[in-house]
């Protein structure tokens, strides 16, 4: 199977960072923009393209945004 076919099965958590890399967004603990990276919570890193970083970024910074504002 395809990572292109995997990617139209699976739900909004997962988001492709590479073009063999398919993550579930609930498992990124942080993300390295300089080095193209994403740290998981299980310590493995996972390659991030220059193209896809940006709409991943925006959804971490979204997400820490929302979790920070109900918090209070």
């Known amino acids: 199977m395809k990572t292109v ?4 099965e699976l739900d909004e958590r997962f988001y492709r960072t590479h073009r063999a890399f398919l993550v579930n967004k609930d498992h990124i603990l942080e993300i390295d923009r300089s080095k193209g990276v994403a ?3 299980n310590g493995e890193k996972c ?3 220059t193209r896809r970083i940006k709409g991943l970024k925006k959804w971490f910074f979204k997400l820490f945004f929302i ?3 109900f918090k209070k």
Request: charged share 15%; hydrophobic share 55%; net charge negative.
């Open 5 to 8: 076919d995997l990617e139209s």
């Open 39 to 41: 740290h998981m919570v």
């Open 47 to 49: 390659m991030v393209s």
């Open 67 to 69: 979790l920070f504002y």
